[in-house]
């Protein structure tokens, strides 16, 4: 199985798709060492505010993987462009278009933090899990970037990307790209973790000795007029007298004036 990350789906997580494609990630065979970081937010997207990844899936040796995944039941594209996914509003967004932008937005993020990732090669998918999709398009995306229901019941999720992977690697030894080696085992493990490091790093929050001391000292008054006013209730002879003696002063300060 491979290393989740994080290691269980949260309950924020609607998409049925997401669900299922987790659960077969974490149980599969043949993924025993890949790292597959789910819903991964990201802050500099090249095109939106802000953007997401559903899946990034890092093989060692073949590439990273951003899948975007889509659970409607039905997907289609009318001629003028617009996307109808289940029944959600029409889109000119491609699904296509949304996993490409996230990958580059991720990649360029990344190489920019660490150059030595720039040989890696990272690439886009898309999911359809609940439908068989049946469009094609040789000049927006290909045909080797989708996996659908079909593929999902008749391969493994290992077989999937391992085969999407492979044509990406050769797709692109077919350009003229200095920075790719068709011949090299990247990513590394090595290269693996640092991608971990850079997207999902381990964070740790803690109050200041100085924050600390002004918290104990503001608790220390707060407790002490706490414990005063207890005592004054308690002990309403106290109260009284502290009373009396308040009236002899204002009386005496009366005949000082006279």
Same mark, same amino acid.
């Given at each position: 199985m491979a290393r989740m990350i994080p290691p269980i789906i949260g309950s924020e997580t609607a998409s049925p798709g997401e669900?299922?494609?987790?659960?077969?990630?974490?149980? #599969? %065979? +043949? @993924?025993?060492?890949? @790292? &597959?970081?789910? $819903?991964?937010?990201?802050?500099?997207?090249?095109?939106?505010?802000?953007?997401? *990844?559903?899946? /990034?899936?890092? !093989?060692?040796?073949?590439? !990273?993987?951003?899948?975007? !995944?889509?659970?409607?039941?039905? !997907?289609?594209?009318?001629? $003028? +462009?617009?996307?109808?996914?289940?029944?959600?509003?029409? @889109?000119?967004?491609?699904?296509?278009?949304?996993?490409?932008?996230?990958?580059?937005?991720?990649?360029?993020?990344?190489?920019?933090? /660490?150059?030595?990732?720039?040989? &890696?090669?990272? =690439?886009?998918? &898309? *999911?359809? @899990?609940?439908? %068989?999709?049946? /469009? $094609? $398009?040789? %000049? #927006? =995306?290909? +045909?080797?970037? &989708?996996?659908?229901?079909?593929? /999902?019941?008749?391969? %493994?999720l290992a077989e999937l990307v391992t085969s999407m992977l492979l044509q990406a690697r050769r797709f692109v030894s077919t350009k003229s790209t200095a920075w790719f080696n068709l011949e090299s085992n990247e990513p590394t493990n090595e290269q693996v973790e640092s991608l971990v490091k850079i997207l999902r790093p381990s964070v740790e929050c803690y109050e200041s000795p100085k924050a600390r001391r002004r918290q104990r000292d503001a608790e220390l008054i707060r407790y002490t007029e706490e414990q005063y006013e207890a005592l004054d209730n308690m002990n309403p002879g106290r109260n009284e007298r502290k009373g009396n003696e308040s009236r002899r002063g204002h009386a005496r300060r009366g005949s000082t004036h006279h």
């Amino acid at each position: 199985m491979a290393r989740m990350i994080p290691p269980i789906i949260g309950s924020e997580t609607a998409s049925p798709g997401e669900k299922a494609l987790f659960a077969r990630f974490q149980s #599969e %065979t +043949g @993924t025993d060492s890949w @790292t &597959v970081i789910h $819903s991964l937010d990201i802050s500099n997207h090249r095109i939106n505010i802000s953007g997401e *990844c559903d899946f /990034l899936i890092a !093989v060692p040796g073949l590439g !990273v993987l951003a899948l975007e !995944v889509k659970a409607h039941r039905s !997907v289609r594209r009318d001629p $003028s +462009g617009l996307w109808y996914l289940g029944n959600d509003p029409p @889109t000119r967004t491609s699904p296509f278009r949304q996993s490409s932008e996230a990958m580059h937005s991720i990649r360029n993020d990344v190489t920019r933090r /660490l150059p030595g990732l720039g040989g &890696v090669l990272f =690439w886009s998918a &898309v *999911c359809f @899990t609940n439908s %068989t999709f049946s /469009l $094609s $398009s040789p %000049t #927006e =995306w290909h +045909g080797w970037q &989708v996996i659908d229901q079909a593929d /999902l019941q008749l391969r %493994t999720l290992a077989e999937l990307v391992t085969s999407m992977l492979l044509q990406a690697r050769r797709f692109v030894s077919t350009k003229s790209t200095a920075w790719f080696n068709l011949e090299s085992n990247e990513p590394t493990n090595e290269q693996v973790e640092s991608l971990v490091k850079i997207l999902r790093p381990s964070v740790e929050c803690y109050e200041s000795p100085k924050a600390r001391r002004r918290q104990r000292d503001a608790e220390l008054i707060r407790y002490t007029e706490e414990q005063y006013e207890a005592l004054d209730n308690m002990n309403p002879g106290r109260n009284e007298r502290k009373g009396n003696e308040s009236r002899r002063g204002h009386a005496r300060r009366g005949s000082t004036h006279h």
